[in-house]
């Protein structure tokens, strides 16, 4: 079992910086690849990031590539999300995930999930 609470979003301007995060509890976060998810209003949850368990390696959708970064520190049980050069289309709620296979875009991949956090970009 695996609980996540998300924090850290916020009322922004476009060109600002933001950082998530997202803490697990549960023995086994180690075992899980994490992602980021985000929805906005009267659209479909849509992938964001995720990085992997075993090797830290990272996976961004094209349109976050160079602005956001994910990170995990294993030792806190915390995975990151730093947003940078925030847009207005980057306004949404952030979900956190975490999947026990590899990490991977699909959401039903993912078997537990946290609250999300509103990140609110202004132009």
């Known amino acids: 079992q695996v609980q996540l609470v998300e924090s850290g979003g916020g009322l922004v301007q476009a060109g600002g910086s933001l950082r998530l995060s997202c803490a697990a509890s549960?023995?086994?976060?180690?075992?899980?690849?994490m992602g980021w998810f985000r929805q906005a209003p009267g659209k479909e949850r849509e992938f964001v990031a995720a990085?992997?368990?075993?090797?830290?390696?990272?996976y961004y959708t094209d349109s976050v590539k160079g602005r956001f970064t994910i990170s995990r520190d294993n030792a806190k049980n915390t995975v990151y999300l730093q947003l940078n050069s925030l847009k207005p289309e980057d306004t949404a709620v952030y979900y956190c995930?975490?999947?026990?296979?590899?990490?991977?875009?699909?959401?039903?991949?993912?078997?537990?999930w946290g609250q999300g956090t509103q990140v609110t970009v202004s132009s």
């Open positions: 995930g975490a999947t026990p296979g590899i990490a991977v875009a699909d959401g039903s991949r993912y078997d537990y």
């Open positions: 990085i992997s368990w075993s090797d830290g390696r990272t």
């Open positions: 549960g023995r086994t976060f180690r075992a899980y690849a």
